[in-house]
Structure formats: structure tokens, C-alpha cells
């Protein structure tokens, strides 16, 4: 059935309900939440009430639907609700400095513990150096000292007058002491004990011998006299070191009594403080008062830094769970890194260089990436799949997982995880993750798929008004009066091209209402008016069409061959959509068509140049389907014919040129001209029905223009699919010409209706006989088929004959 629309049917406008009257947007309620997602908001609420393992959220929609906004406006609004979490710190592991502790504190327990810490040094640092330099402990430490000489001197005595006995005496050397032959109290030279006697030289060489064994006691027994000496100033140490520092310990224990690992760690800093006293000393100890001692403590680099508390997560400011949204998703800012400084020409760390990630920040509420920069960081995604299985975090650099070698570096203790992950994605992502990632399905069991659409029904009418104001307001934008509104919402089914619809990508309907405001400003206008969006939106398409005005122009020149009136055999305008990612617009295509005898079928020109999809090449071989159970019920199908896209240089797609094909093809076959004022979409099937198409706003705008250019006749008009009136939002001067009666928009259900339209014959439809009635197209094509497969059956006896 043909059906010439009417005006009205090409364009929704949008008319305000009685119960809503408005004049403008500035006194209207504020719309809170998100417009027409119904289906993501049930999702999200869902998948944040369910606290199961593997409950996280894959928000699915394409970009400008407004799913960020709303994802970080709920996930607040619940954190707020819950509880705030446990700060999270790393300690000095004094049995194994290089696996650090990690202990959990109440909320703004770890900056108390930090300073705390803090304040226990500086104190001790003060204290330490005051009482060693006390009298008492002088004392002390002078009298053992003291009876350490006296005691190492009568050794020493005691073991010279032996040996005088025997005619030697004693000199210091670098291992101990050693003999020397003494006359009248003087010692031999060399010389005068080579000038010697032998007997005498023998003698004192006995003598000598006989006296290392007494050395060797004396070497011992200073030795012992040293050690127990060190003992007893280490002791003496001890006390007074555990004097200034025991109630400043106990004072933090009786504070920090309820964490188990805080007060083991006191326990072992007072040790340590006790054991390297040293540390705490303002002045640089004098070389050692032992001759004996072999060696001397070096300085250490930070020695104090053991002491200090690593505060990796600060939840002190915290009203509610924390809400973390990761920008740049790399490893380390996910998961945390060991960060290095340089020192002497090499790399050199410590426990107080741990750094968190966002898993850690997130810890105990939620963390909000996006999907795309977390796949394309390496090895950012397993780490993510891995802490979400085991529930801890190891913070480990990205070096460890492409090394060969493992290398000795900082181990820290893993920290338990408990986080609700929402990852942001288009749903092309989703869908890959789904098919070939097995652990995705089980982490992620909650989707919540943002919609590009909503009905458009009063109450969607009166969000979107609201949206409006809303964003006036919190944008400091000029205000919309009801007329404009209305434009904005025509221009929202524009976008989705549906007159039954309201676009939900509300990025691309503030973007007209930043413009429409900045346009009413420089027009003079208190309140936005309906010209102004409408300007707004003339300016943006203007901007973005410069490939639309040159493609217009070569077809206006002739550069590129396209026919508004006149009637072709094997002719026909296809319609085309071509998308430049911020424009797309409509354009007429000369389709042609070939036949001639033979058994090759439909051959699809841009198929065997490979500019063709896939879509379209199985748009062309339905219709060897349909002319086959059209006119070879009683006769082989004796036919070659090639089907192209004139003058198109990428590749075509989509099948939505599939009925202009076939009526090229009849046109040929039959020999009957099609017009060429008339413009074609709609796809077609093996019955010959035909099937709605995208893009039919676009493509109609496309040929309108075209035909404005090279002059409108009042006979030109555009065929598209019934189905598809719905999806008409026109511009207004096409709709102005239509009602004019300068431009015509035909709907049809079946390949005969475009037939009649196209040729002014009727298509024709079999009798009871099976015939097709005379002067029909399809009689004309059925004949010449029947002719050539007649041709073809004797070219093949005659083959034969031959053979």
C-alpha cells in the first residue's frame, strides 16, 4: 500500500499537557536524579544493598547518557549512610625489616599513633643525652672503668717484673705485646744482641720463649677484664636507658592498650631503644676507651626512621565510607608502590616510602574506574581481578612482573580488602569481558545498562522541563521559556530519530543548552527563546558540515553524477548515511544495474572489489532469493547482472539500499525507465516486503537539499519503509516544502508499491493460471527471463549436438 504522508506525520512538536502550563524554566522544581533509566537505577540500587563476594558493577552505556554522573551522585549518597572504616599503617618489622607490619586502627587512631611516635623521639633524643651526662651515671661508669685499669695495670705488672726477672722487657705492638732483651735497664739494640756471644744470644731466646706463654694469659685475661668491663657499662646503660625511657613507653601501652600489635611493637621499640642507645646521643662518642676493641658501630643512615609510623590510609576526615573514582588507573596508583631515593649513586628505600593505591583509599566502601583506561594499563586489570579472589592487597612494583631475576627488595605484609568495585564501560567492553574472560562473570554479576532513549510520554516531558531549569540553575544559565523547551525537546527526538522517544545522552542536550543561552545573550534576550535553540542548533550543525557542503556542491557541479528528474532505465537514488563522528548527514547515491543472458546471478560489484560489508552483500543475495521464487517457478533462472554503486570510493555497508538494487534490476530487465525525481531506502526481503531502515530523517533531509539545489520541481519525494514514519523528525523547511506541495514522502510495505511509484506501470500480480497480466513490469521481466532461458536451453542443446 502507497501512502503519501502528510505534514503532520513528519514531525512531532512538542505540545505541552493542560495540566502543565509554563512560562519559563526559573520558577519549576528542581529534577533530582537521573531522567529515564529506570533499569540502571534498579540495577545499581541492587547491586550496592548486596554485600555477597562478586556482587561488583559493570555500568554498560555509551558516552553522554549521563551514567558517571549518577553512578558517583548514588554511591555517595550510600557511603554517606555506612561506617567509616579503620585506618590502615605500616611499622618497622624488627625481626624482618623487610616485610613491614601492617596494623588497622579505629578512624584517626594511626595520625595519633604517628605523632605519638613521633613525640616519643623527640623526647628521647632530649632525655637520652641528659642522663648519660648525669653526674651519677659519670660516676658509675668511671668507677668501672676505673677498676678495669687497675686491674688490666696489675696484670700488666705482674708480668713485666717476671720478665725483668729474666732480663726482658715489654713492648706494645699492634697484636699484643712482645719481649725484648734488656741490659742495665736499657733495651738491646739489634746490633748489640748480634754482637753477643752465642750461648748468650740462645739464653735470652729461651728466656723470651718462655715468657709467651705468660703474654698470651695477659693478651686473654685483658681481654676478659675488657669484655667484662663493656658488660658492665652495658648494663649500666641499660638501666639508665630503660630509666628515661620505660614510663614513656608504658604510658603509650596504657594508652594503646586494646591493639594487640601496637603494644607488641612498644615492646620491641623499647628493646631496640635500649639496645642502640647510641642513636639517641647528641655528640659523637670518643674513640673507644678499650685498646683492644677490633671494632667500632658505624653511623647508620635515618637510624631513628625505625620509630616512625607509616600512615597509609587516613580516614580521620572521612563522613561515611570512602568513595574513590580512579582517573588514571594505572598499576602503582591502583594498588600502591615502594618509591626510591637516590643516595651515593644508588637506589635505596625504606618502610616510610610505602605508598597507597586507590584499592587501599577504597578499602571498606567504593572504587569507580573506568573500564577502557583500566584494560589498557598493563597488568592493571589481573591485579584487580586478583585482590577482588583473594581479598588482599600486596603492594608489590610493576618491575617484580617483568623481571627475569627476582631481586631481594621490600615485602609488605598484604592488607585485607573489602571493596565494592564499579567499573564504567561501553557495552562492546562488557560484552568482550563476558565471552572471553572467565572470572569477569563471576566478579562482576550486576549490570546496569544505561538506555540511549525514553518514551516520550507527558510525565518524561515534564523531567525533561525540569532538566532543564535544573541545569539553568546550577549552570548560572538564562532560563528557558516554555517555547524553548519544546524546541529542546523536539531536537532530543531528533537525536534518536523517533517521534515516540527523548534522547537520554543529556551530554549532547546541555551542550544546546550552553549554546542556546550564549546565543540569547548576545541576541539580547532575558529568556532563552525558541529561536535561540533553534540558532543553537543551525550554528553547531554549520560548524561541523563543511564535507556535507563540498559533497553538495560536486553533485551540484556535476563532479558527481546524480539525476532530480527524468526517468532512466537500470537507474535508480539510493540514499546513503555518512557518519563524521560529530555530524552525519544524508546523500543521494546513483545505483545501476546490468543484465544480460547467462547462469551467473546477481553479481555485486562492490563484493567482488571487496568495498563491500557484509550486511550489503547479504542484502544483494536476497535477491536472488526473491528472483528466483518470483520468475523461476516454471523456468531456469537464465540470468547475469551486476549491481554498483557509482562513484563511491570506501566501503558500503548495510542493506538499507537492498530495494533500490531490485529496482534497477527490474528496470533493466524489464527495459521500463525509473524516475530519477524519486529517491529510494528500505531494505527488502525474499518475499519482497519491505523492512524499516536507520537514518530515514538524514536521508530524506540528504535528496531534499540535492533537489533544492538543483531546483525543486513539485515532483520530487523520497520512498522509505512504513515502518519507518514514526522515525521521522524533519527539519522544518522540509516540512514546509511538503506542505507546500514542493517535495513528496511516500510510505510503502512491498517491492510492487515502489515498482508503481517508480515506473507509473502497475507491478502486476499472477493469476490464477500463474500468469502476470500484459503491460505490468512483471510480465515484462518474466518474458524476457523466459526468453533468455529459451536462448540458454538451446545454446546448450546445440552445445551438446556439437560435443
Not at 673507644?288 to 671494632?295: A, E, Q
Not at 586478583?386 to 612494583?397: D, F
Not at 549532547?508 to 543553537?536: C, F, M, P
Request: with cysteine; proline share 4%.
Amino acid at each position: 500500500m502507497i501512502t503519501e504522508l502528510k505534514p503532520e506525520q513528519l514531525r512531532k512538536v512538542c505540545t505541552w499537557p493542560e495540566n502543565f502550563k509554563f512560562d519559563c524554566t526559573e520558577n519549576m522544581e528542581l529534577e533530582e536524579g537521573i531522567i529515564g533509566q529506570e533499569r540502571a537505577v534498579r540495577a545499581m540500587e541492587f547491586g550496592l544493598d548486596v554485600t555477597s563476594p562478586g556482587y561488583n558493577i559493570f555500568v554498560s552505556g555509551i558516552t553522554g547518557t549521563g551514567k558517571t554522573t549518577y553512578v558517583r551522585s548514588i554511591v555517595n549518597r550510600v557511603a554517606a549512610s555506612q561506617s567509616v572504616p579503620p585506618d590502615w599503617v605500616y611499622l618497622y618489622n624488627f625481626e624482618d625489616p623487610n616485610v613491614p607490619i601492617a596494623v588497622s586502627l579505629p578512624p584517626g587512631m594511626a595520625v595519633k599513633l604517628q605523632r605519638d611516635m613521633n613525640d616519643l623521639v623527640e623526647e628521647l633524643k632530649r632525655r637520652i643525652p641528659r642522663v648519660f651526662e648525669s653526674e651519677e651515671y659519670n660516676k658509675q661508669k668511671e668507677s668501672t672503668l676505673r677498676r678495669f685499669q687497675e686491674q688490666s695495670n696489675a696484670a700488666l705488672e705482674a708480668v713485666s717484673e717476671k720478665a725483668a726477672k729474666a732480663g726482658l722487657g715489654l713492648v706494645r705492638t699492634p697484636t699484643g705485646f712482645a719481649t725484648i732483651p734488656m741490659i742495665d735497664g736499657r733495651p738491646l739494640k739489634q746490633e748489640e744482641f748480634e754482637a753477643l756471644d752465642p750461648e748468650t744470644r740462645k739464653m735470652i731466646e729461651e728466656k723470651s720463649a718462655e715468657m709467651q706463654s705468660e703474654l698470651s694469659n695477659l693478651v686473654r685475661k685483658l681481654r676478659d677484664l675488657e669484655k667484662q668491663a663493656k658488660a658492665k657499662i652495658k648494663e649500666l646503660d641499660e638501666q639508665t636507658g630503660l630509666y628515661a625511657v620505660g614510663h614513656l613507653i608504658k604510658e603509650l601501652e596504657e594508652r594503646y592498650k586494646d591493639y594487640d600489635k601496637v603494644l607488641y611493637y612498644l615492646e620491641q621499640v623499647k628493646h631496640d631503644i635500649i639496645t642502640n642507645l647510641g642513636d639517641f646521643k647528641q655528640d659523637k662518642e670518643e674513640l673507644s676507651s678499650f685498646p683492644f676493641s677490633t671494632l667500632q658501630r658505624g653511623d647508620q643512615l635515618s637510624p631513628l626512621i625505625r620509630y616512625k609510623v607509616n600512615v597509609l590510609v587516613n580516614n580521620e576526615k572521612l563522613q561515611g565510607a570512602p568513595v574513590v573514582f580512579e582517573t588514571n588507573p594505572t598499576y602503582s596508583n591502583l594498588f600502591g608502590k615502594v618509591e626510591y631515593r637516590g643516595q651515593f649513586g644508588v637506589f635505596v628505600t625504606d618502610f616510610t616510602m610505602i605508598r597507597p593505591g586507590a584499592i587501599h583509599r577504597a578499602n571498606g566502601g567504593y572504587l569507580i574506574i573506568n573500564a577502557q583506561d583500566v584494560l589498557k594499563n598493563p597488568f592493571a586489570w589481573d591485579g584487580l581481578k586478583r585482590v577482588l579472589k583473594t581479598k588482599e592487597a600486596r603492594i608489590e612494583n610493576l618491575g617484580e612482573h617483568v623481571r627475569v631475576e627476582s631481586t631481594a627488595g621490600m615485602q609488605p605484609e598484604p592488607i585485607p580488602i573489602s571493596v565494592k568495585v564499579i567499573i564504567l564501560g561501553h557495552p562492546y567492553i562488557y560484552r568482550l569481558l563476558y565471552y572471553y574472560d572467565d572470572d569477569f562473570k563471576k566478579l562482576f554479576k550486576i549490570k546496569a545498562d544505561f538506555e540511549v532513549q525514553m518514551d516520550r510520554n507527558d510525565e518524561n516531558l515534564l523531567k525533561y522541563a525540569r532538566f532543564v531549569g535544573s541545569v539553568c540553575r546550577r549552570e548560572n544559565l538564562r532560563h528557558f521559556d516554555s517555547q524553548a523547551v519544546g524546541k529542546v525537546i523536539e531536537y532530543s527526538s531528533r537525536l534518536v530519530e523517533d517521534q515516540k522517544k527523548l534522547s537520554t545522552r543529556f551530554n549532547e542536550i546541555v551542550e544546546i543548552l550552553y549554546e542556546a543561552s550564549a546565543w540569547a545573550t548576545r541576541n539580547g534576550h532575558k529568556l532563552v527563546e525558541r529561536a535561540d535553540v533553534e540558532q543553537a542548533i543551525e550554528e553547531k550543525v554549520y560548524r561541523s558540515r563543511m564535507v556535507e557542503e563540498k559533497l553538495q556542491e560536486m553533485i551540484a557541479r556535476g563532479k558527481i553524477l546524480v539525476d532530480t528528474d527524468g526517468s532512466v532505465v537500470g537507474q535508480v537514488n539510493g540514499l546513503t548515511v555518512y557518519d563524521l563522528g560529530d555530524h552525519s548527514f544524508g546523500l543521494p547515491t546513483r545505483i545501476t544495474a546490468r543484465a544480460y543472458m547467462g547462469r551467473s546471478g546477481v553479481v555485486n560489484v562492490e563484493r567482488e572489489t571487496e568495498m563491500s560489508g557484509r550486511i550489503h552483500s547479504k542484502g544483494v543475495l536476497i535477491l536472488s532469493g526473491y528472483l528466483g521464487a518470483k520468475y523461476a517457478q516454471d523456468k531456469p533462472l537464465a540470468l547475469s547482472a551486476s549491481l554498483c554503486f557509482e562513484q563511491t570510493y570506501d566501503e558500503v555497508d548495510g542493506d538499507s539500499a537492498s530495494s533500490a538494487e531490485l529496482y534497477a534490476l527490474l528496470s533493466v530487465l524489464s527495459g521500463i525507465p525509473l524516475r530519477q525525481d524519486i529517491a529510494v531506502t528500505g531494505s527488502v526481503n525474499q518475499k519482497g516486503e519491505i523492512q524499516p531502515v536507520g537514518g530515514v530523517t538524514r536521508k530524506i533531509e540528504g535528496f531534499y537539499d540535492i533537489c533544492k539545489i538543483k531546483g525543486l520541481t513539485g515532483k520530487q519525494g523520497v520512498i522509505i519503509p512504513a515502518q519507518n514514519v514514526d522515525n521521522l523528525m524533519l527539519r522544518e523547511d522540509v516540512v514546509e516544502a511538503v506542505r507546500l506541495g514542493k517535495f513528496h514522502i511516500y510510505a510503502i510495505t512491498d517491492v510492487d508499491d515502489g515498482i508503481e511509484l517508480l515506473t507509473s506501470m502497475k507491478a502486476g500480480t499472477r493469476d490464477e493460471e500463474g500468469r502476470f497480466p500484459e503491460g505490468t513490469v512483471h510480465y515484462l521481466v518474466d518474458q524476457r527471463l523466459r526468453e533468455w532461458a529459451e536462448k540458454m536451453q538451446e545454446f546448450t542443446s546445440q552445445a551438446e549436438e556439437g560435443i
